[in-house]
């Protein structure tokens, strides 16, 4: 059983920037690809980013790209989201998720285990 847990999201001003972490335990990190998703009210969860196992290949939704930059300390256990250049239109609860399966997918149903969330609000 693996335990994801999201930090670092809050309140900033359009054009600001934030970083979120995520902690895994219970679990090898290095054998997991992790994503970031996010979910604004009302709206279907959606993909933000993905990295691979060893932190070579990432992957990005066209709405974050050149934007958001995701990384990965395996030694640490943690990913991070590192947000630059925040539009409202980012507001969301931003969670990450871990995947045991060897393809690339943007599907949140096909991720295994999944944090519990973390905020983050961009005022315009």
């Known amino acids: 059983q693996v335990q994801l847990v999201e930090s670092g999201g809050g309140l900033v001003q359009a054009g600001g920037s934030l970083r979120l972490s995520c902690a895994a335990s219970?679990?090898?990190?290095?054998?997991?690809?992790m994503g970031w998703f996010r979910q604004a009210p009302g709206k279907e969860r959606e993909f933000v980013a993905r990295i691979s196992r060893n932190g070579i290949s990432t992957y990005y939704a066209d709405s974050v790209k050149g934007r958001f930059t995701i990384s990965r300390d395996n030694t640490k256990n943690t990913v991070y989201l590192q947000m630059n250049s925040l539009k409202p239109e980012d507001t969301a609860v931003y969670y990450c998720a871990s995947d045991r399966g060897m393809k690339l997918t943007t599907i949140p149903q096909r991720y295994d285990y999944w944090g519990q969330g973390t905020q983050v609000t961009v005022s315009s």
């Open positions: 219970g679990g090898t990190f290095s054998t997991y690809a």
